[in-house]
């Protein structure tokens, strides 16, 4: 697996990371030995970025990923995420709202570090912006953090320019997480020439469409309550079949690439930037194997140019939310 740094921090990590919520958390439940196995294979394969947060589970997926992790403490790097109001029985929680005081943020790297069973965080997001909490006191919060040696690199999720602007200025982002792929590509007006400038890696979630540019998805697919495309905008069958013109374009590079729609979607995020780091999630070694060949595939300027063209005559139906 090749490497990438993540903007102008030191930090290096696989050019293909790992998003790991699903493991354990949401739709689908997963075994917990199985899953561990996978992290393990993972490793093996190359990858060496892992994605968490305590609100996954809560709790549950960070203790899933540092205990699977533990055996390769120093070798990959794990990101994880504050921000949420913690319900005083079943923890952090979005329907909450959200919490960034400084105070919380402090309790948070705390509890993480030992479920992680790392002696620092290695990236440490605010998973969505506190609008009732300067930006500054939360990058001022991090730095704190950073001088007493318990997180390395300080990232923000979902920011707009601004705040980013606002935050660095404090304390130097590494990584901005967003959504991004060739069917949301709203950043790029403001959020990556911004990255760009400042020098901050940019680490896309969802790059498959949360599946959808797979071309496994179709009209008649359904899911469980439990998953989050089962409210989706983009995940009705009328939207599903609307999109449909999304999968013919990368079903035609795919051809002629001997590639899969997955891999020219990863492809052609890996090849808008050399700071971006795609986070797919992923269950399943053979859809971790598909994904990392994606690495390999190269796109010309030419077929970079050509689906730039057919993308922007493409209206994607749905909102992403």
């Not at 930006?135 to 919060?141: L, T």
């Not at 469409?209 to 989706?232: C, F, H, P």
Request: proline share 6%.
């Amino acid at each position: 697996m090749e490497t990438r740094k993540l903007g102008n921090s030191n930090l290096e990590v696989s050019a293909l990371g790992l998003g790991c919520m699903r493991m354990s958390f949401g739709d689908s439940p997963t075994d917990k030995q199985e899953m561990i196995t996978f992290l393990h294979k993972s490793v093996e394969l190359g990858i060496t970025f892992f994605d968490t947060a305590e609100v996954y589970g809560p709790f549950t997926n960070e203790e899933l990923v540092g205990e699977a992790l533990e055996p390769f403490r120093g070798k990959v790097v794990i990101a994880t995420k504050f921000g949420w109001k913690h319900d005083p029985v079943r923890g952090p929680l979005p329907s909450a709202g959200m919490d960034s005081r400084p105070e919380q943020i402090k309790r948070v790297a705390e509890a993480s570090l030992k479920r992680l069973r790392v002696e620092s965080i290695d990236l440490f997001y605010q998973h969505r912006v506190d609008p009732t909490v300067p930006i500054e006191d939360v990058a001022g919060a991090v730095k704190d953090l950073i001088q007493e040696g318990k997180v390395k690199h300080f990232g923000l999720s979902e920011a707009s320019a601004e705040i980013i602007r606002r935050a660095h200025a404090v304390q130097p982002v590494t990584a901005v997480q967003s959504e991004y792929s060739i069917w949301w590509r709203a950043i790029e007006e403001s959020i990556l020439p911004t990255c760009e400038e400042l020098g901050i890696g940019l680490v896309p979630y969802s790059p498959l469409g949360r599946g959808y540019l797979t071309g496994k998805v179709d009209e008649n697919t359904t899911y469980d309550k439990t998953d989050i495309r089962s409210n989706n905008p983009r995940f009705t069958p009328e939207a599903i079949k609307a999109n449909r013109v999304v999968i013919d374009l990368l079903e035609k590079i795919a051809t002629q690439k001997d590639a899969t729609p997955a891999q020219i979607a990863l492809a052609w995020l890996l090849a808008q930037k050399p700071w971006i780091v795609p986070i797919p999630g992923s269950r399943k070694i053979e859809r971790l194997i598909e994904n990392n060949a994606a690495v390999k595939v190269e796109l010309t300027i030419d077929d970079l140019d050509e689906i730039g063209k057919a993308i922007a005559k493409i209206k994607v139906v749905g909102d992403r939310y």
